[in-house]
């Protein structure tokens, strides 16, 4: 099936530092993926609606500009955390629509999750 | 606007025992709905999906889940409980979209 690849599972970084988070389609084309934020032993949280060749879409009470979205190619989105802070410590999961599926929510694969800690 | 409410953070069933997990949804358009589980540290594996199909939708690892639009529900339930079941579970509405809105989540403990 269908897989969903996200770069790094784990980072570590200091206080102030800019992390990068990869989520790659591997085996399909995805104009839209989404970003998800995950507290330990709560739900998923939707950040942000990234889509390819356009601004990324932010829910309510998402910083822009701390979360940077980039969906350069049909099959990569890249979540930037800038200037991290501990409170940004969290599990970051992504998940991308399969356009070749058809019609609907009904091909959507999410990634293994990239866990964020910051020091 | 939609929202989804998972009854219960935490059900613990003995192995071999039914599981129930509830959930119950509200949207102002025909909703899609999913269950999905979670290992720890791990991402979300698709167990089934409603989208306006049969209402008794039959997924992975036995689950099934049944789509009552007069209750607003889609409970998942598995006959007979394995260990191996054990996990959190999520239950999610979406629309055509493609977005999802995710309940608080339901962890499933299996006692041997």
């Known amino acids: 099936g269908a897989v969903v690849s996200q770069h790094p599972s784990w980072v570590i970084c200091k206080s102030g530092t800019s992390v990068k988070i990869e989520c790659r389609s591997l085996?399909?084309?995805?104009?839209?993926m989404f970003w998800y934020r995950q507290f330990p032993k709560q739900s998923l949280m939707l950040m942000a609606t990234?889509?390819?060749?356009?601004?990324?879409?932010?829910e309510q009470g998402v910083e822009k500009d701390k979360f940077l979205i980039n969906h350069a190619s049909l099959t990569l989105s890249t979540l930037t955390v800038t200037s991290a802070h501990p409170e940004d410590s969290s599990f970051y999961i992504c998940?991308?629509?399969?356009?070749?599926?058809?019609?609907?929510?009904?091909?959507?694969?999410f990634g293994e999750g990239s866990r964020l800690t910051v020091l | 606007a939609q929202s989804v409410t998972q009854l219960g953070s935490h059900v613990s069933v003995s192995e071999g025992a039914l599981v129930l997990l509830r959930c119950n949804y509200s949207?102002?358009?025909?909703?899609?709905l999913f269950w999905y589980v979670q290992y720890p540290n791990q991402g979300l594996q698709l167990l089934l999906k409603?989208?306006?199909?049969?209402?008794l939708v039959k997924g992975i690892n036995g689950f099934e889940a049944e789509f009552k639009k007069s209750e607003t529900s889609f409970h998942l339930t598995k006959p007979s409980a394995h260990m191996s079941d054990a996990a959190e579970y999520f239950c999610?509405?979406?629309?055509?979209?493609?977005?999802?809105?995710f309940g608080q989540g339901t962890e499933l403990s299996v006692k041997p």
């Open positions: 999610a509405v979406g629309n055509q979209g493609g977005k999802l809105i």
């Open positions: 949207s102002s358009v025909p909703p899609y």
């Open positions: 085996d399909f084309q995805a104009t839209t």
């Open positions: 998940s991308a629509r399969d356009m070749t599926s058809g019609r609907g929510t009904g091909e959507l694969f």
């Open positions: 409603y989208t306006s199909a049969a209402t």
């Open positions: 990234s889509n390819e060749g356009s601004k990324a879409t932010y």
